[in-house]
Nanobody, 124 residues
Framework: QVQLVESGGGLVQAGGSLNLSCAAS????????MGWFRQAPGPEREFVAG????????TYASSIKGRFTISRNSARNTVYLQMNSLKPEDTAVYYC?????????????????WGQGTQVTVSS
């Protein structure tokens, strides 16, 4: 089973930036997808971005497209989420997730492993 550890959350003013990291361990990285989700107070985790590990193909939610960038460092088994032009509505707990596929799912139920989450708070 893969273990995921997120870091990089915090408090930032609107318009600012944060870079989240998710370090993965526990298995080989072939035909896998790493994704970022977020959950504000409410029932559903919202898809933010995902990346295929082998080809580096990316998928983004429309609400963050153009402001957030997902990337990975294969040597470090780490995925990043660079968040720019942050807005108060981006405030949420951000989770890293993992699934064995060669395409990026946007449904949280299709991911097999999750990190513990990191809080991002954007003040107005």
């Amino acid at each position: 089973q893969v273990q995921l550890v997120e870091s990089g959350g915090g408090l930032v003013q609107a318009g600012g930036s944060l870079n989240l990291s998710c370090a993965a361990s526990g298995r080989t990285f072939k035909n896998v997808v790493m994704g970022w989700f977020r959950q504000a107070p409410g029932p559903e985790r919202e898809f933010v971005a995902g990346i295929t590990w082998t080809g580096g193909s990316t998928t983004y939610a429309s609400s963050i497209k153009g402001r957030f960038t997902i990337s990975r460092n294969s040597a470090r088994n780490t995925v990043y989420l660079q968040m720019n032009s942050l807005k108060p509505e981006d405030t949420a707990v951000y989770y890293c997730a993992f699934t064995v596929r060669n395409w990026v799912p946007t449904r949280h139920s299709l991911y097999d492993s999750w990190g513990q989450g990191t809080q991002v708070t954007v003040s107005s």
